[in-house]
C-alpha cells in the first residue's frame, strides 16, 4: 500500500493569484484552492478560471492538489466541478457533504465531465446529517463514490449549525471527530482535523495539533503559512519512534516468528497487531523523507 502524507493541509483563496503562485514554495503536504468560503460572490468566477490555470500549469511538486467547490445546490456548484474536472487536480473536496447520496450525484457528474481517474474525491464533514451519516458516507468509498479517499472534518461550520462553542480543548467537538475517525479507519480512509482560527496562538495551535496526533488524525487543515512547520513537526514521527518501528518489524519478519501472534521484545510484549501499526508508521515517515531528498 501507498501512504501518501496529509500532515498539513493548507487552504488558500482561489481569488488571490499571489497565493496561488507562493504555494509552489510552501513545504505542506497538501493545498486545498479554495472556491467555496474564502471567495466572494462577484470573485466567484474569476477565482474558478485562476485556480484552473494554476491548476493546469503545475509547478506543485510533491504537493496534492485539491480544488474546494462551491455546493452543487450554489449557482457556483455545477461549474466548478466541471472545471475542476477539466483541471485534473489531485483531488476535488465537496463541501456539506451529508449523506452518500450527495456523493454519488458528484460520481455521476464527475463521469460525465471526464474527469480522469486518477482524481479523488475528498468530503467536508462539517454538517449534523454528516455527523449522524458518518458510517454510511465512508461506506460510498467501497461502493458509489470510489474515488473517496480522505474526510475533512469542519469544524468551524459544525460549530455554526450545532451552536456547539469552539473552546480550548475542543470538548464539544472530541464526539463527532472520533465518530468520522472511526467512520474513516472502517472503510480504509484518511481523515484530516479541522483549522486553528488563532493562528496567531502558537501555543494553543501546538496544543490542538497534539491532539489531533493523541486522537490519531492524519493530519490538520491550516489557514495561513505559518502553522505549516509546526504541523509537520506535530503529525511526523520522531526518530526514536521511527527507529522502534523498525524493530518491531525486522523482530516480526524473522522466521521463527512468522506464526507468532506476540513476541518478547527489549523487555517488553509487543504484538503483530503492533507490527501492523509499526509499517504504517515507517511507510508514512519513508513517504515524508522522499518528498525532502
Keep these: 500500500m501507498t501512504f501518501r502524507p496529509r500532515r498539513s493541509v493548507l487552504y488558500m483563496p482561489g481569488s488571490n493569484a499571489r497565493a496561488l503562485d507562493k504555494a ?4 505542506a503536504d497538501a493545498l486545498i484552492f479554495d ?26 511538486g510533491p504537493r496534492e492538489v485539491v480544488v474546494r467547490i462551491n455546493g452543487l445546490s450554489t449557482p457556483w456548484g455545477e461549474a466548478d466541478l ?17 449523506s452518500p447520496e450527495d456523493l454519488a450525484r458528484v460520481e455521476d457528474l464527475l463521469r460525465q ?8 474525491l475528498w468530503a467536508m464533514m462539517e454538517t449534523p446529517l454528516a455527523m449522524l451519516n458518518a458510517g454510511a458516507i465512508a461506506a460510498a468509498a467501497k461502493g458509489a ?8 472534518m469542519g469544524t468551524n461550520d459544525l460549530a455554526k449549525e450545532t451552536g456547539a462553542q469552539l473552546v480550548e480543548g475542543r470538548a464539544p467537538m472530541l464526539p463527532w471527530l472520533m465518530t468520522c475517525l472511526a467512520a474513516a479507519r472502517a472503510y480504509g480512509l484518511d481523515i484530516v482535523d479541522g483549522v486553528y482560527n488563532d493562528f496567531n496562538n502558537e501555543d494553543g495551535f501546538a ?12 493530519g490538520k487543515t491550516l489557514i495561513h503559512p505559518k502553522q505549516i512547520g509546526p504541523c509537520n513537526a506535530a503529525f511526523s514521527a520522531s526518530a526514536e519512534e521511527i527507529e522502534r518501528a523498525r524493530a518491531i518489524i525486522a523482530a516480526f519478519d524473522l522466521p521463527e516468528n512468522a506464526d507468532k501472534g506476540a513476541i518478547q521484545l527489549d523487555g517488553r510484549m509487543v504484538e503483530r497487531l503492533h ?5 504504517r508508521t515507517v511507510a508514512i515517515a519513508d513517504a515524508i523523507a522522499a518528498r525532502t531528498e
Design 113 to 120: 465531465a471526464g474527469a480522469p481517474e486518477k482524481t479523488a
Design 35 to 60: 472556491l467555496e468560503d474564502a471567495v466572494a460572490p462577484d470573485a466567484k468566477e474569476t477565482a474558478r478560471t485562476q485556480v484552473g490555470d494554476a491548476v493546469k500549469a503545475g509547478g506543485y
Design 24 to 27: 509552489r514554495t510552501l513545504a
Design 275 to 279: 507490527a501492523d501499526i509499526a509499517r
Design 207 to 218: 496544543a490542538e495539533c497534539g491532539q489531533g496526533v493523541d486522537l490519531g488524525m492524519d
Design 145 to 152: 463514490s470510489p474515488r473517496l479517499a480522505v474526510l475533512v
Design 82 to 98: 466541471k472545471a475542476a474536472a477539466a483541471a485534473a487536480p489531485d483531488a476535488i473536496l465537496i463541501p456539506k457533504v451529508s
